[in-house]
């Protein structure tokens, strides 16, 4: 099994919770890559839904799938939101912005009634940090300051770049990367770290999973909030 063919399987688990009529977020990443192309296959045979994308890549995808795109910014009830993410802890707490799609998918998520989190097995950790730096969303103004108070708290801030470029998230904002240890209380630090001027957003998503599915070796499991 390659991690992609791990990822594969439990998007395709997820898949299964769609229901006709829904209103689905679709999330951003390789792993929601596969569960747009899943939806594709169900469109084909009849499944009636509309999608919420949380970046042009999904939008783009979505699309080339027949998924039937809602893209105006007023409210929207999501039925479920589905997406991956870059760490997940035993309470199913999230390290997400990997793709620099934090913004949208945290908004996504917070407005959907379920938020399943599509994983291969190598993103469950004990606890979150380490391995994986926590992206933050900032605005370009005054940045390096803002590094700086981030740094106060805790950490080691890396403007994230692109070909030699300041990433640009689709807002146009920068993201900067934090690299912390174990974050021993997720709820704490991303209440601090929203505090800081500048911060537009966490990749930290806290108390927000409906039900993880992770795609193993040994098969597909789920574990409930
Ligand atoms: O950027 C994000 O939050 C993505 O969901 C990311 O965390 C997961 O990406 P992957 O499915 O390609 O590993």
Avoid at 51 to 57: A, L
Avoid at 68 to 86: R, V
Avoid at 122 to 142: A, D, Q
Avoid at 169 to 191: Q, R
Wanted: include cysteine.
């Amino acid at each position: 099994h390659t991690l992609d063919e791990l990822k594969r399987q439990a998007a395709l688990k997820a898949v299964d919770y769609v229901q006709d009529g829904m209103v689905i977020g679709l999330g951003t990443g390789s792993t929601a890559k596969h569960m747009i192309l899943a939806l594709g296959e169900r469109i084909r045979r009849g499944l009636k839904i509309r999608g919420v994308p949380t970046s042009q890549e999904t939008a783009d995808l979505a699309r080339s799938q027949g998924i039937a795109l809602i893209e105006s910014d007023n409210t929207w009830t999501l039925d479920l939101a589905i997406d991956g993410a870059d760490q997940v802890d035993p309470q199913l707490c999230l390290i997400k912005g990997g793709g620099g799609a934090l913004l949208k998918e945290k908004i996504v998520a917070a407005a959907a009634r379920q938020l399943i989190i599509v994983v291969d097995h190598t993103k469950r950790v004990p606890m979150l940090g380490n391995s994986f730096p926590l992206p933050i969303e900032v605005v370009p103004f005054g940045w390096g300051n803002t590094a700086k108070q981030l740094e106060a708290i805790e950490g080691k801030a890396v403007l994230r770049e692109r070909e030699g470029r300041p990433f640009r998230t689709e807002a146009g904002h920068f993201i900067l990367d934090l690299h912390v240890g174990s974050i021993t209380d997720p709820a704490d630090l991303e209440i601090r770290l929203n505090q800081v001027p500048g911060v537009v957003e966490t990749g930290l998503f806290v108390g927000r999973t409906s039900l993880l599915i992770v795609g193993t070796p040994e098969g597909v499991v789920l574990q409930t909030a």
